[in-house]
């Protein structure tokens, strides 16, 4: 098993994010990312092959968990953006700029297990139209002590990574759906 290059790329829809599949080539280290299906079928394919020119492979969201461990144990980066309303099956909740925001478990969950380091990585537009892509330092990993707690602790280092990326540049986060669209049962009830 080849583990050179292997991490779990922690992105957001910031800046030109599409952009990090181009960024990868300047590594020499090989990129899968997560996908999921764009609504429109004409522009999906467009993304698509877009992608693809880059070298990176594809991983449908669903069912993506074989794919994503087995591109780990060829030691490959995977890249996934996690600044998404996750349905309540797949998400905890944790704060994301003060409210409570179902995020998706995932990378929490493949990082614990795999003890595979989660490295946030932004693409950000310059003044002068040119890109810098922003490698942040790994986030320490919980204990996997196979806790949710684990579980939530991770997820919201993070939701909290993202929200100080976000937060650096406002102006550049392109996401117009409700993130805070699920909410926790507590708030349901009331």
Do not use: Y
Request: net charge positive; with cysteine.
């Amino acid at each position: 098993m080849d583990t050179h290059g292997r991490a779990l790329l922690l992105t957001a829809h910031l800046g030109n994010w599409e952009l990090l599949a181009v960024a990868h080539r300047l590594t020499g280290f090989n990129l899968s990312i997560v996908v999921r299906p764009l609504d429109a079928p004409w522009l999906d394919a467009l993304a698509d092959r877009l992608r693809r020119s880059t070298g990176v492979e594809l991983i449908d969201k669903r069912g993506a968990l074989r794919p994503v461990l087995e591109a780990l144990r060829r030691g490959r980066m995977i890249g996934i953006l996690m600044d998404q309303n996750a349905a309540r099956r797949e998400g905890v909740f944790v704060d994301f700029f003060g409210r409570a925001a179902s995020t998706s478990r995932s990378i929490a969950l493949l990082a614990l297990r795999t003890r595979t380091p989660v490295v946030p990585v932004f693409a950000r537009r310059g003044p002068d139209g040119g890109h810098t892509v922003v490698i942040h330092p790994a986030l320490t990993l919980p204990q996997p002590n196979g806790s949710e707690a684990a579980v939530v602790e991770l997820t919201a280092r993070c939701t909290a990574a993202i929200e100080r990326a976000i937060r650096e540049v406002p102006e550049q986060w392109l996401w117009s759906h409700d993130r805070w669209r699920t909410r926790p049962p507590q708030e349901a009830r009331a």
